[in-house]
C-alpha cells in the first residue's frame, strides 16, 4: 500500500479538527489525559480517532541560552544534524526510510528549550518510533553531514548579516541583555559556528537528552495503554538525568537609548521595548489583555490605529509580550520612511504613556475578551498545535486542566487590573530603540553593539 505523503498528512489533521472545533457550539475543551510508561516516562494524551496517526511533541528544558562560551549556535547546529543519520543509518538512507514511511520528524533549539516534533501514520508507528528513538540516542554526526549543515548555517547568517530585520533584532537583545545569553542568537554567529565540534555536539546529547529534562505531548489515534510502551521504546534509552538547565536571571540593560545603524535603505526598520513579565507573574494574564489593547491586536489596536490609520506613518506596528525563562520583554516594531521616523517613534512613546496613565476604556476591554476567548479554538486545529500546547502546559505548569480555565483567567481581568499594572509596567522615558536605515531628525545616544563576533 502506497504511503501518504506527509503534505497530505498535515491537510487530513487540520480537516479534522477544524470539522469539529470549528463547528457551530463547538468549544477548545478537549479531554487530556496523563500516561505514564511502565519506565516511568510522562506523557499528557489527547486522543483523537478521526485520523489513523500519532503526532508527538516534546522539549529538553535549556536551550541555545546554555551554549558554552564561544559556542554559541551548538545547540541549533546539533539539531539541525539529529535526522542526519543515526545508528547503522546514513544521513541519505535515514532520510529515505522518513520519506517512505510518510514520517515527519524535525527538531530546533530555542533560547530556553530544545524541541522535537514527530507525527507518523498508524500503520508505520513501530518502525517510525525506531527512527526517534535513534536520532534521539544515536546520531552520527558523519563528516560530510556535519561540514553540509555546517556551511548551510554559515551561509544564512551570511544573509541575515545584510538584513535590516536580522540587524535590528541583533543590536537589540545585544544592547539589552550584553552580559547574558540571550544577548546572543540562537543560531550562533561565524565564529561560534566554525568553533563548534562533533565532540561538543555528542557532549551535548549526553547531557542534555535526558528523560528528567523531558516533557512530552501526544495527540492521535492511539490508548493509553498503547502509549506507555511506545514512549519507553522512544524515549526510554535516554540517560534518567541529565546536566540541570540552570539559567541566571537576566539583567535588562540600555533603558531610554537609541542605537542607530546607517543603511541606505528608503524605509528604517524599528525595534523598540523594555523589560515585561515573566509566564509565572501574577500579572502575567492583566499584562497579556492590555498588550492586545495596545499594540498586540493587529488592526484593532491603539498602535496601529495611531501610526497607520490616523497618521499613515506605517504599514503595520506591533507589540507583544515575550515571557522567557530568565528575562520578561515587552516589545514591539515598525517600519516607515527615514523623514517619519521621529514621528512615528513620538507616537509609539505618547501611546505607552497613555496606557500608562489612562488604562483601557470599556469598549477596548470587552473587544478584547472576545477575541481572545473566542479565537482560542483556532489553536486546536491540527494535532501538532494541540501536542505544543500540551507541552507548554506541562512547561509553564499551568495544570492538566488549563484549557478548560485558560478563558476565564481572560474574563477575570479588569479595568482596574490594566489600569494597576500598565501604570507599574510601562515606561515610555525607558523604551530602548534600535534604528536600521538612515533616519532624520533621530539621533543615536548611543553606540549600537558590536554584532560581528
Known amino acids: 500500500m502506497t504511503a501518504l505523503p506527509s503534505a497530505v498528512i498535515?491537510?487530513?489533521?487540520?480537516?479534522?479538527?477544524?470539522?469539529?472545533?470549528?463547528?457551530?457550539?463547538?468549544?477548545?475543551?478537549?479531554?487530556?489525559?496523563?500516561?505514564?510508561s511502565p519506565g516511568g516516562i510522562e506523557a499528557w494524551l489527547v486522543r483523537d480517532t478521526m485520523v489513523p496517526l500519532v503526532a508527538i511533541e516534546f522539549s529538553f528544558r535549556g536551550g541555545g541560552a546554555l551554549d558554552p562560551s564561544g559556542k554559541a549556535g551548538l545547540a541549533d547546529m546539533t539539531t539541525s544534524l539529529l535526522d542526519e543519520g543515526a545508528g547503522d543509518i546514513d544521513s541519505q538512507a535515514f532520510q529515505q526510510k522518513l520519506s517512505d514511511l510518510a514520517v515527519e520528524m524535525s527538531f530546533s533549539a530555542g533560547a530556553d528549550t530544545i524541541r522535537g516534533s514527530f507525527k507518523t501514520l498508524n500503520r508505520?508507528?513501530?518502525e517510525a518510533v525506531a527512527l526517534l528513538r535513534l536520532a534521539l540516542t544515536a546520531p552520527r554526526f558523519d563528516a560530510d553531514a556535519v561540514e553540509r549543515i555546517r556551511q548551510q548555517i554559515l551561509a544564512a547568517l551570511s544573509r541575515k548579516s545584510t538584513d535590516p530585520d536580522e540587524i535590528a533584532g541583533r543590536i537589540w537583545w545585544k544592547a539589552v541583555f550584553p552580559d547574558?545569553?540571550?544577548?546572543?542568537?540562537?543560531?550562533?554567529?561565524?565564529?561560534?559556528?566554525?568553533?563548534?565540534?562533533?565532540?561538543?555536539?555528542?557532549?551535548?546529547?549526553a547531557e542534555r537528552f535526558a528523560r528528567d529534562q523531558l516533557i512530552v505531548g501526544v495527540v492521535g489515534d492511539i490508548t493509553p495503554d498503547e502509549l506507555g510502551p511506545l514512549l519507553d521504546r522512544a524515549f526510554g534509552d535516554l540517560p534518567a538525568k541529565g546536566k540541570p538547565a540552570r539559567l541566571s536571571e537576566a539583567a535588562f540593560h540600555a533603558a531610554g537609548q537609541t542605537f542607530i545603524v546607517r543603511q541606505d535603505v528608503p524605509q528604517s526598520v524599528v525595534l523598540f521595548g523594555q523589560p515585561g513579565v515573566k509566564r509565572?507573574?501574577?500579572?502575567?494574564?492583566?499584562?497579556?489583555?492590555?498588550?492586545?489593547?495596545?499594540?498586540?491586536?493587529?488592526?484593532?489596536?491603539?498602535?496601529y490605529d495611531e501610526v497607520r490609520e490616523k497618521r499613515g506613518l506605517a504599514y503595520s506596528v506591533y507589540s507583544y509580550i515575550s515571557p522567557m525563562d530568565a528575562a520578561g520583554v515587552l516589545a514591539g516594531g515598525v517600519s516607515t520612511e527615514n523623514s517619519r521616523v521621529g514621528e512615528s517613534l513620538a507616537v509609539i512613546r505618547a501611546?505607552?504613556?497613555?496606557?500608562?496613565?489612562?488604562?483601557?476604556?470599556?469598549?477596548?476591554?470587552?473587544?478584547?475578551?472576545?477575541?481572545?476567548?473566542?479565537?482560542f479554538p483556532l489553536r486546536f486545529t491540527s494535532?501538532?498545535?494541540?501536542?505544543?500546547?500540551?507541552?507548554?502546559?506541562?512547561?509553564?505548569?499551568?495544570?492538566?486542566?488549563?484549557?478548560?480555565?485558560?478563558?476565564?483567567?481572560?474574563e477575570a481581568v479588569t479595568k482596574d487590573d490594566i489600569a494597576r499594572v500598565a501604570k507599574s509596567l510601562l515606561k515610555p522615558a525607558e523604551l530602548t530603540f534600535v534604528i536600521v536605515g538612515d533616519p532624520k531628525g533621530?539621533?543615536?545616544?548611543?553606540?549600537a553593539p558590536d554584532i560581528s563576533g
Open 10 to 36: 498535515r491537510v487530513l489533521c487540520a480537516a479534522a479538527f477544524a470539522a469539529v472545533l470549528l463547528a457551530p457550539g463547538a468549544s477548545p475543551a478537549v479531554t487530556v489525559e496523563r500516561v505514564v
Open 442 to 447: 533621530v539621533e543615536a545616544t548611543a553606540e
Open 180 to 205: 547574558h545569553p540571550y544577548g546572543t542568537p540562537v543560531e550562533g554567529t561565524p565564529q561560534s559556528i566554525a568553533a563548534v565540534t562533533v565532540p561538543d555536539m555528542r557532549s551535548l546529547v
Open 351 to 375: 501611546e505607552w504613556a497613555r496606557m500608562r496613565d489612562g488604562g483601557v476604556t470599556d469598549a477596548e476591554l470587552n473587544d478584547a475578551k472576545t477575541y481572545l476567548t473566542g479565537s
Open 280 to 303: 509565572d507573574h501574577p500579572d502575567y494574564y492583566t499584562a497579556y489583555v492590555m498588550n492586545y489593547v495596545l499594540g498586540g491586536g493587529g488592526f484593532s489596536s491603539r498602535l
Open 124 to 126: 508505520s508507528r513501530d
Open 383 to 410: 494535532t501538532d498545535s494541540i501536542a505544543r500546547m500540551l507541552v507548554g502546559m506541562q512547561y509553564n505548569d499551568l495544570g492538566i486542566d488549563y484549557i478548560d480555565r485558560r478563558n476565564a483567567y481572560i
